[in-house]
């Protein structure tokens, strides 16, 4: 078809723009089941019973987590599912400071697939999603370490998706560092303290540590920033 100059003109200005116009990223399930094969329930054997918590692989044989998860343990499992069974990998602390409510473990013979950091913080109104554990999710509730070895629903993670809310300069306690405090609203619960939020590439936006609530107003989610994991983890080493 051909144009006048003046619409010929403005034809290719608008095909311009549009091949410059780039959709906005969206979580896609492929992105979601690779993070997942990086991303284990953490297991606290204590004395007055068992604690669930959630991890992301970081490195060959290393798994990140929140410092509460692990506290107190007389032993920790790092479980990964290897149908008909789970596998009940034993794991120890190498890393870990209570003020940042970070931690890493080391997990011999773990098999997954290490979750890359984001560059940068998540900005406000960015998509993330979380995956994890959370207590309530489980349908049944294992006694002893032979159920956890047979329960594969033990093994499989809960996906919520939400937006960045804001991001605030904010410390875990009353004398510890500030931090890069994302909050979110990819719905976490206990359990999922020391698992992953991610970015809509699967990439490590955050470490889901603290739920707030209150009768009767909506709980608020909260994950220490990507740039924040990168400190703790230029600290240890």
């Not at 995956?131 to 956890?148: I, N, T, Y």
């Not at 047979?150 to 904010?170: A, H, I, K, P, Q």
């Not at 989610?221 to 703790?232: E, K, N, S, Y």
Request: hydrophobic letters at 45%; one cysteine or more.
């Amino acid at each position: 078809m051909r144009f006048p100059d003046g619409l010929a003109a403005l034809a290719f200005v608008l095909a311009t723009f549009a091949s410059a116009v780039v959709p906005a990223r969206a979580q896609t399930p492929e992105a979601v089941q690779l993070a997942d094969q990086g991303v284990f329930r953490i297991m606290n054997i204590r004395e007055d019973g068992l604690s669930t918590g959630s991890g992301f692989m970081i490195g060959p044989d290393l798994v990140m987590t929140n410092h509460h998860v692990v506290g107190g343990s007389e032993r920790l499992l790092v479980l990964r599912s290897e149908p008909p069974f789970n596998e009940l990998l034993d794991a120890t602390v190498v890393a870990a400071q209570a003020s940042f409510d970070m931690a890493v473990l080391r997990v011999p013979g773990l098999v997954g697939r290490r979750i890359e950091l984001s560059p940068t913080l998540p900005m406000k109104g960015a998509r993330v999603f979380s995956l994890g554990f959370p207590g309530l999710a489980d349908l049944s509730h294992a006694r002893d370490l032979e159920g956890l070895r047979r329960d594969l629903n033990y093994t499989v993670s809960t996906l919520t998706s939400g937006d960045v809310n804001r991001t605030v300069r904010e410390s875990w306690t009353d004398t510890g560092p500030v931090l890069n405090v994302i909050q979110h609203s990819a719905e976490v619960r206990h359990g999922n303290s020391g698992g992953p939020l991610l970015d809509d590439c699967g990439r490590i936006a955050g470490i889901n540590t603290q739920i707030r609530a209150r009768e009767s107003v909506s709980t608020i989610h909260l994950a220490a920033g990507v740039t924040d994991i990168r400190r703790f983890l230029d600290a240890a080493g």
